[in-house]
């Protein structure tokens, strides 16, 4: 299954694609993971990348490119995976379908998560992170024990980009950048569409039953 969760910020691309690459055992690949990760650890990529980042901006195409094509050439990911937050930008999705076409593979589907505005924001404002990437919600998913995680028991925190005026700023890019590549994978007849307006549990079932069929 090779497979681009394509959905805004806060639609639940993470928690579904952390249950999905469980239940059907692809690797889960997360763009913003890896680049916090990077950020973290001080690497010269997290240096190039923080200020977009923290400002809920996106990280210019070509590190991106960069990146990803390291990944998808290597053969762990050869029978499959599950791209979070990649394509972002139409040069990206050309790009991937270059690397794709290299390889004579192409995508299995392209999956939209569908979330109105409002609960984008609920959901981003009151989410909490942990740096072995779990996330966590105040309100909606909370650890059992306040402000620790359920998996490693380190301290969460609040990602730079959960704070309102990078959640604006991401919301309106998502818009103008990333929204436009649904009518791209439209026109090659590979967009899946859920709605992701319900529990956690229930989108994950929605999903699943898509993908079974
Ligand atoms: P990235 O980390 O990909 O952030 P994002 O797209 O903004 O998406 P999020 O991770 O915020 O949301 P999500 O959909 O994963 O939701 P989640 O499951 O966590 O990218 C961050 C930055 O990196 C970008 O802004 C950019 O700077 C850079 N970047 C990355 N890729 C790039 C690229 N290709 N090109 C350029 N720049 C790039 O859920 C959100 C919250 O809601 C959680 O608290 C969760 O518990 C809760 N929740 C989830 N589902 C439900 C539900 N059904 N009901 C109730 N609560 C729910
Ligand atoms: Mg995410
Ligand atoms: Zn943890």
Redesign the pocket.
């Known amino acids: 299954m090779k497979i681009v969760l394509l959905?805004p910020?806060?639609?639940?691309?993470?928690?579904q694609a952390k249950m999905l690459a469980d239940k059907y055992g692809i690797p889960h690949i997360?763009?913003?993971?890896i680049?916090r990760d990077n950020i973290r650890a001080k690497t010269e990529l997290g240096v190039e990348v923080g200020s977009?980042?923290e400002k809920?901006?996106?990280?210019p195409d070509g590190v991106?490119v960069e990146m990803i094509r390291g990944r998808l050439l290597h053969p762990d990911y050869a029978s499959g995976f599950l791209l979070d937050?990649?394509?972002?930008t139409l040069p990206?999705a050309d790009e991937l379908s270059k690397i794709l076409n290299e390889r004579r593979n192409r995508l299995d589907a392209v999956l939209y998560i569908d979330v109105p505005d409002d609960v984008l924001i609920k959901?981003?404002s009151?989410?909490r992170m942990c740096t072995c990437r779990a996330?966590?919600?105040l309100l909606?998913?909370p650890p059992e024990r306040d402000g620790i995680c359920d998996h490693c028991g380190k301290k969460l925190y609040q990602r730079d980009?959960d704070r309102e005026e990078a959640i604006k700023t991401?919301l309106e890019i998502y818009k103008q950048r990333t929204q436009p590549l649904i009518s791209y994978y439209a026109k090659e007849g590979i967009m899946l569409t859920v709605n992701?307006a319900?529990?956690?549990s229930e989108?994950f079932t929605r999903i699943c039953r898509l993908f079974d069929d």
């Not at 910020?9 to 928690?15: I, L």
């Not at 809920?56 to 990280?59: A, D, F, K, R």
């Open positions: 959905a910020p806060g639609s639940g691309k993470g928690t997360s763009t913003g993971d680049l977009y980042m809920g901006e996106l990280v991106l937050g990649y394509p972002r990206q959901r981003l009151g989410r996330s966590y919600h909606f998913n980009d991401r992701g319900a529990e956690i989108v």
